[in-house]
């Protein structure tokens, strides 16, 4: 009964912002470290930022300074905030939660996120 959803995607103009949403149940949220990853057509899948159960925050050096990882316990929620947008940032962004105790990965399907003038 573990279940991610994105939310949040959407076409944007280089320079422009958009926060991304992820709502979790099914497993102890605050308990988890979340992620945030990306994935380009014909690229690996990226890791953007991660936010650690006791909310230490990490990101890739493509983003940092730029998005902003946060998460609101009481309401299972994680979102990626994302400014200064270029057409790099194209892709179709995951949420990730890392239930390390049991060594499990949870995801959700994704949410795109297309940067063009």
């Known amino acids: 009964q573990v279940q991610l959803v994105e939310s949040g995607g959407d076409l944007v103009q280089p320079g422009g912002s958009l926060r991304l949403s992820c709502a979790a149940s099914?497993?102890?949220?605050?308990?988890?470290?979340m992620n945030w990853y990306r994935q380009a057509p014909g690229k690996e899948r990226e890791l953007v930022a991660t936010?650690?159960?006791?909310?230490?925050?990490n990101y890739a050096d493509s983003v940092k300074g730029r998005f902003t990882i946060s998460r609101d316990n009481a309401k299972n929620t994680m979102y990626l905030q994302m400014n200064s947008l270029k057409p790099e940032d194209t892709a179709v962004y995951y949420c990730?939660?890392?239930?390390?105790?049991?060594?499990?990965?949870?995801w959700g399907q994704g949410t795109q996120v297309t940067v063009s003038s």
């Open positions: 990730n939660a890392r239930l390390y105790w049991a060594n499990r990965n949870y």
């Open positions: 099914g497993f102890t949220f605050s308990r988890a470290d």
């Open positions: 936010i650690t159960s006791g909310s230490n925050t």
